[in-house]
DNA sequence: TTGTAATTACGAAACACTTCGTATATAATT
DNA sequence: AATTATATACGAAGTGTTTCGTAATTACAA
């Protein structure tokens, strides 16, 4: 009975971020925009063969889809960035906000400042939702 | 140099739960209340002595308050619920969302089922930003 | 074909978080 | 005061995640 990943952790979503930007990708290209972020912020840098493992991992998770090409394997996030963000916050809303996700919102809201803009497409969100009939 | 504690993990969080819920408790108690929650949940119950110690290690690290009364210690938390929410939240938008606010709210719209209630009540929020002239 | 550079594979150490067993202390009861 | 029950303190084992050093493999160049 093998154990399935319910959660991303840190290290593998950081790698996930990178790999939903630029799309496939090495190890070599991700340890590097890996480590250029890092730089920015201030942070340590990380090993080349630290992100491998990493991604070696995530392999086996089927997070992450390879093929080969020579030498080099060719990894891609086989998942989607759309479905992790809805775990993840799901997830934050079960175990925060007591599983409002309404709170979660207004939070949100309140907390950031938000452009007009934004709040005008969120409006118009939720327009739609209560003339689609909300199921 | 003391290391400070950035976010409550896993288990921290399920301690301030309880807390924020029903104020200033014993270990005994909080420890009761968990394994309620978790009986619920079809999860493994909890020992005494790990939410102690949870808990003692929670105090060392500020998250929580204390007093004694008698050979009992009250507990409370120290850190208020809106705060940390406040700070998951941020959290979860710098990792997973890029930093958008926005896109967050808008998941969360549509992933979880709201009411019309719910949304009215975000719309009105959402008015009164707007009137309020964004800074 | 041999040597060199690039890449992957593997194992284990380092670290962080959670759990619990046992020891110690304190209070209440007899 | 001695016994029992309740609570805390402490150390360490268990578990999961991250890091990296070293070995093995592969492609390419001389």
Redesign the interface.
């Known amino acids: 009975m093998k154990k399935i990943k319910e959660k991303p952790t840190?290290a593998e979503?950081?790698i996930l971020?990178i790999l939903w930007e630029v799309g496939p990708a090495t190890v070599q290209e991700v340890n590097g925009l890996l480590n250029q972020k890092r730089e920015s912020l201030a942070q340590k840098e990380v090993g080349l063969t630290t992100t491998l493992k990493m991604m070696q991992l995530m392999y086996q998770n089927r997070m992450l889809s390879r093929e080969s090409a020579g030498r080099k394997h060719i990894y891609q996030a086989a998942v989607s960035q759309?479905a992790?963000?809805?775990k993840?916050?799901?997830r934050?809303?079960d175990?925060?906000?007591?599983g409002s996700?309404?709170k979660?919102?207004?939070?949100?809201?309140?907390?950031?400042?938000?452009?007009?803009e934004?709040?005008a497409?969120?409006?118009k969100?939720?327009d739609e939702?209560?003339k689609g009939g909300?199921?």
Do not use: P
Request: without cysteine.
């Open positions: 840190d979503l950081e971020r759309e992790t963000q809805k993840l916050l799901n934050l809303v175990t925060a906000f007591g996700a309404t979660l919102v207004m939070q949100a809201l309140g907390n950031k400042k938000t452009s007009k934004d709040l497409e969120i409006k969100l939720i939702m209560e909300q199921a």
